[in-house]
């Protein structure tokens, strides 16, 4: 079965009014110092002259941090809530109470998708790899789609050096899971070319608590960055990025007779491919041209094993998804006089899904005496095997004027083209019951299909 579905959306023009000096629009916690610069708005400025509700991990705060993820990172920033999914490795991102689905995740700029569950996009990198993490709080669609209706967090990774040679190590330990981590890179700057390779390795054991060690709260990850630039001249820059993470990990339950209940994701992992240029001061209006392009694949296997003491059977959902995304954006500011400055741009992402899915059932006692069958019978569905697409096609523009007495006035406009086509969709569904009442010979067996 093949179908597709058009779909062409248009995002509402938004305008905003604010006070130039922005310092009274941040959150407490936001840095104040005029040092730290951010692309919120999809242009580099000193954080006090963004005119959007921005909070920022800066590279002094992740090297003073004892976080193992990047969610650890960010637990702290008023407005975010990590959902933990019941386990150490894996974290998702609400931003002022919106679903983790509605909060944009970015790295570099290029969203992480995540097609397959509702639980948001997984923020797959290694906190020694990250220069500083940018949040947006509140709808910020105009810049970034319709994706980042409740907020957006771009993870900036760390580039190259400021000399010709840098090196450094880390390590800890984490005594609440046995837990180790490890880190090291090598950097450098020499003659217009900017170089970096990183690599770093986290374990963890079950959780230990006063009450005992929490079952199935293991993780372990592993990631490698790797970056290369040239500098043509001062104002034009080429450059590659390459970037791996591997995680596993599971999710237990601490709830008396559900014990047994677990997700195990034996593997997760993101491997990225991206080139960009940058040029700068190209005349009297334009200011900046840049280009990416970029290559993501997120592959993933996961078993979810339902159970419990009062449950009638078992459950063993099995899921193997595997995401190709490619992007390519181009992105122009515009200096129109004195008092506006133009960002205009154009999207494109492809995302292409593979994904299986099968369902195994278990009777237990319950079960058993409810269907009149030997305990142990099994019950298997086959769920089936989709592969599916996305094609994303957005122009968006950005004004910034200028006005009298400091204020600002902030205005644009995103026009989104979405078609989705699905093909060979199918559901394929097989019953079995099997008596497991073992005989000299072989086992008694007996089959249905529908």
């Known amino acids: ?114 097609h397959k569950s509702m639980s948001g996009s997984p923020m797959l990198i290694d906190p020694a790899m990250i220069e500083r993490i940018e949040v947006i709080k509140g709808p910020a669609s105009v810049l970034y789609g319709s994706d980042a209706i409740g907020g957006a967090v771009n993870i900036i990774t760390k580039k190259g050096g400021s000399k010709p040679f840098e090196a450094g190590v880390s390590a800890g330990l984490d005594n609440s899971s ?15 070319w900017k170089y970096r390779l990183g690599v770093a390795h986290e374990k963890g054991d079950d959780l230990r608590t006063p009450a005992g060690d929490m079952t199935s709260t293991g993780f372990k990850s592993a990631g490698v960055n790797g970056f290369l630039s040239y500098d043509i001249d001062e104002n034009k820059t080429v450059g590659l990025t390459l ?52 290559y993501q694949k997120s592959t993933k296997n996961m078993l979810n094993h339902v159970a419990g003491s009062d449950m009638p059977f078992t459950v063993d959902n099995y899921a193997d998804n595997e995401t190709d995304q490619y992007g390519f954006s181009l992105q122009s500011d515009w200096q129109l006089g004195e008092s506006n400055y133009l960002v205009a741009g154009y999207e494109y992402n492809r995302d292409e899904l593979k994904a299986t899915s099968n369902t195994i059932s278990t009777l237990g006692r319950m079960g058993a005496l409810m269907m009149k069958l030997p305990a142990g019978s099994l019950y298997y569905n086959n769920d089936g095997v989709y592969n599916g697409s996305m094609q994303t096609h957005a122009l968006f523009a950005s004004m910034e004027t200028t006005l009298p007495a400091d204020f600002t006035l902030n205005y644009g406009a995103r026009y989104t083209y979405v078609k989705t086509d699905m093909d060979d969709a199918y559901s394929v569904k097989k019953y079995a019951l099997e008596t497991r009442v073992q005989k000299r010979t072989q086992p008694a067996i007996k089959v249905m299909t529908v």
């Open 1 to 114: 079965m093949k179908y597709s579905n058009l779909t062409l959306t248009a995002a509402a023009v938004t305008a905003a009014l604010a006070v130039g000096t922005t310092a009274q629009a941040q959150d407490a916690d936001t840095v104040t110092t005029e040092n730290v610069k951010v692309t919120a708005s999809r242009v580099e400025q000193e954080l006090m002259d963004v005119n959007m509700s921005v909070s920022v991990i800066t590279a002094e705060d992740i090297a003073k941090s004892d976080a193992r993820t990047v969610g650890d990172l960010l637990k702290d920033v008023p407005g975010v809530r990590i959902n933990n999914d019941g386990g150490q490795g894996m974290k998702r991102i609400k931003v002022r109470g919106e679903d983790t689905f509605r909060t944009l995740v970015m790295i570099d700029g290029q969203k992480i998708a995540e």
């Open 178 to 192: 046995n837990g180790v981590s490890a880190s090291a890179y090598v950097a450098g700057n020499i003659d217009g």
């Open 243 to 294: 970037d791996h993470f591997d995680m596993e990990f599971m999710s237990g339950s601490a709830m008396p007779g559900y014990e047994d209940f677990l997700v195990d994701v034996p593997e997760w992992k993101r491997d990225k491919v991206g080139l960009f240029a940058d040029f700068r001061n190209l005349g009297e209006y334009l200011s900046r041209i840049r280009a990416d392009v970029f």
